[in-house]
């Protein structure tokens, strides 16, 4: 069933962006959420050029016990034309954690 990983909202199929907030719908639960409470807001934290920057940022986080998962979107649907889902990566972060997380990532690309 297509979620929502921002409200955590079931749709029908067939569905690709969600009513409420316009997320991208993605096809299932990722473990960490399954896992994880419930009541975590996932956020995602800025759009990364690619996965290899999102795979260094989660190593970051894991190292500092910051759960997060990363996502990576393509054109699958005919909202895709738009362009802004296009093959990018993103990595998602508890909401309480998005601050810190975006200065280890500004800290991260300052470095490279
Ligand atoms: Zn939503």
């Given at each position: 069933?297509?979620f929502?990983p921002?409200?955590?909202?079931?749709?029908?199929?067939?569905?690709?962006?969600?009513?409420?907030?316009?997320?991208?719908?993605i096809?299932e639960l990722p473990d960490e959420i399954k896992y994880s409470?419930?009541?975590?807001?996932w956020?995602?934290?800025?759009?990364?050029?690619?996965?290899?920057?999102?795979?260094?940022?989660?190593?970051?986080?894991?190292?500092?016990?910051?759960?997060?998962f990363i996502k990576?979107?393509?054109?699958?649907?005919?909202?895709?034309?738009?362009?802004?889902?296009?093959?990018?990566?993103?990595?998602f972060?508890?909401?309480?954690?998005?601050?810190?997380?975006?200065?280890?990532?500004?800290?991260?690309?300052?470095?490279?």
């Amino acid at each position: 069933m297509p979620f929502c990983p921002k409200c955590k909202f079931e749709y029908v199929k067939d569905i690709d962006v969600c009513h409420d907030c316009g997320e991208k719908l993605i096809d299932e639960l990722p473990d960490e959420i399954k896992y994880s409470e419930i009541k975590t807001r996932w956020k995602p934290l800025q759009n990364l050029p690619g996965r290899i920057y999102a795979e260094m940022a989660k190593e970051i986080f894991d190292k500092k016990g910051i759960p997060s998962f990363i996502k990576s979107t393509f054109f699958s649907s005919a909202y895709g034309t738009r362009g802004v889902f296009g093959d990018t990566t993103t990595i998602f972060v508890p909401d309480d954690k998005l601050e810190e997380c975006n200065a280890i990532i500004e800290r991260m690309f300052n470095n490279i």
